[in-house]
C-alpha cells in the first residue's frame, strides 16, 4: 500500500467524536449507508515477484479489497447493507513479470463489493492502514485452493501504510 497523501485533516463535519462515532454505529446497525468515510489518496500495488507473467482477479464478486484502520481513534464498522444477488465474474489483468498493478484507493470504504466495510478516524493522531485482497491468481501458485480455469485463490496482505490525520487549524 502506497500513498500519494500519508497526511489528513480531521473532518468532523461539526460533530463532536463521540457524536460521529454514534451516528456512525447507529447507521450501520439499523442497516443504513453511516456517514462518509474519509477521502484518501492511495493505491495498493500488486507486484509480481516471479520470472514470468500472471493473470490476477481484479473485479468481481470473488474479489475483495478490505481495509483495516488501526490507531487510537480508529472505527472500522460492517454495515447492514443489502446487495444484489447475481454473481459478478471476475475480470483478471496480466501483470509481466517485475511488474506491478495498481488498484486506486479514493475512500476508506472497502470489503465485499467495494461496499461492505468502512473505516474511520475520529481523532487526530497516528494510525495504519492494512489492505488485504482476497483474489485470484494463475497460475495457481503451489499450494493456492483452486479457484476454477487455472486460477488458485489467495489472500494478500500489505504491510502497515503509516498515516497521520491533524487537527485541523
Given amino acids: 500500500m502506497t500513498g500519494k497523501t500519508t497526511r489528513y485533516a480531521l473532518e468532523l463535519n461539526g460533530h463532536s467524536a463521540d457524536e460521529l ?6 447507521a450501520a446497525k439499523a442497516g443504513k449507508r453511516p456517514p462518509a468515510a474519509p477521502v484518501v489518496d492511495l493505491s495498493v ?9 500472471v493473470t490476477i482477479w481484479v473485479s468481481g464478486d470473488p474479489v475483495v ?24 465474474n471476475p475480470t483478471g489483468v496480466e501483470i509481466p513479470a517485475g ?21 474511520y478516524w475520529i481523532e487526530a493522531g497516528e494510525y495504519e492502514l492494512t489492505a ?3 483474489t485470484g491468481v494463475k497460475p495457481a501458485p503451489k499450494g ?17 501504510l503509516k498515516l497521520t490525520v491533524e487537527a485541523k487549524k
Fill in 21 to 26: 462515532k454514534r451516528s456512525i454505529e447507529v
Fill in 45 to 53: 500495488e500488486i507486484k509480481n515477484t516471479s520470472d514470468k507473467p
Fill in 65 to 88: 479489497l478490505a481495509l483495516t484502520l488501526k490507531g487510537k481513534g480508529a472505527l472500522n464498522v460492517a454495515p447492514t447493507l443489502a446487495f444484489t444477488e447475481e454473481f459478478r
Fill in 99 to 119: 511488474k506491478t498493478h495498481t488498484i486506486p484507493v479514493k475512500s476508506l470504504v472497502s470489503g465485499y463489493r467495494g461496499a461492505a466495510h468502512w473505516a
Fill in 132 to 134: 488485504t485482497l482476497k
Fill in 144 to 160: 493456492a485452493k483452486d479457484a476454477n480455469d487455472g486460477f488458485g485463490a489467495v489472500t494478500l496482505t500489505s504491510t502497515p
